[in-house]
DNA sequence: ACCTGAACACCGTTCAAGT
DNA sequence: ACCTGAACACCGTTCAAGT
């Protein structure tokens, strides 16, 4: 036996750390297991397929009995962010799997099946936006042959996930209240 | 003078909505246009600037004098629901945009910074998704041999849609409350 | 079971040259 | 100003064949 399909699922997610997504090619993922690209098919039966194995993967991390719901969503982006490009794989493949993921279950236990969805396509979004802007941010640095600033847009992007969380909870909040009056 | 800048976005809008985001390739908006795909960086630095444009045309029918968050959040997500794959190609290029779009500006007038963030995450989150399950649906009636059920997941995820608009304002008001009192 | 080698039908982008 | 033609360095996927 020579390579295992969790071995190819680990080569792809270190090509995706090294070189992004756009670099994380079938034919760069067989190169980094020194393999013909064609070998790959025996494991997987697509890229797309290959993909998904990766973001379960990237969210392995996310422990699902938190009973915090916006604790969950800080330990989901946070892996989501762990990774290069890791929140675009991860938002591709579970906006695919929206209303049968084991983690939009979790949420939905804590905050029902509306707060749930809401949270999670908010979390995705932000995670989305703000691996967009570091690259943003690093590509400018090294176009400005400056150092990147070390506690500029980051930080601020990590306050608003918050402040958001929070208008999304309130207004959860103040529904229950509305019901139950 | 053959084609303009306006003409290579026209038809690389008619290949998206033919043909989808994946199939819409420099080639592809080349032979559209009888041209040789080289002749387009005539017009257009690179394929990122020419999604830029189509993202803008996109959204060109928004109108953006609306008093009403909801309303704006609505029309939003009508514009990218129009085309085939809409969603993608506006949620990229605006998330590299955030914090400088001209939508934003105008929600954040109507409620502030960081609700104008979080409702449009929310968007183009929902959108992005709405649009993922359409397509499962059609492939999966093409597989089927069966006509499409007409008002399925369709209504429910428009449902969804405004009760997470609902939320997120909900939560803004209440936060107003807190601060007056 | 796992892999090679070769092929097919594609990509984005550059660049000298034409009109 | 706008375009052609040719090239460069890539893609995902299939399939017969090897071990």
Redesign the pocket.
């Known amino acids: 036996?020579?390579?295992?399909?969790a071995?190819?699922v680990a080569a792809a997610l270190r090509v995706l750390a090294a070189q992004g997504l756009e670099?994380?090619?079938?034919?760069?993922?067989?190169?980094e297991?020194?393999?013909?690209?064609?070998?790959?098919?025996?494991?997987?039966?697509?890229?797309?397929s290959?993909l998904a194995l990766m973001a379960d993967e990237i969210l392995r991390s996310v422990r699902l009995d938190a009973s915090d719901p916006r604790a969950l969503c800080v330990a989901l982006r946070g892996a989501m962010l762990s990774v290069r490009d890791g929140a675009d794989v991860v938002a591709t493949v579970e906006a695919f799997r929206l209303g049968s993921s084991a983690i939009e279950r979790r949420l939905a236990e804590l905050v029902g099946g509306e707060g749930a969805q809401t949270l999670l396509l908010y979390t995705f979004g932000h995670a989305q936006s703000t691996q967009t802007h570091r690259q943003a941010a690093e590509f400018g640095a090294l176009l400005a042959e400056e150092l990147p600033q070390e506690a500029g847009d980051g930080r601020d992007l990590d306050a608003t996930f918050d402040s958001g969380i929070d208008i999304i909870l309130g207004g959860l909040a103040a529904r229950e209240i509305a019901r139950t009056n």
């Open positions: 036996m020579r390579n295992t399909r071995d190819v670099s994380c090619s079938m034919r760069r993922v067989a190169a297991l020194d393999v013909q690209p064609s070998a790959l098919y025996h494991h997987v039966p697509n890229k797309q290959l």
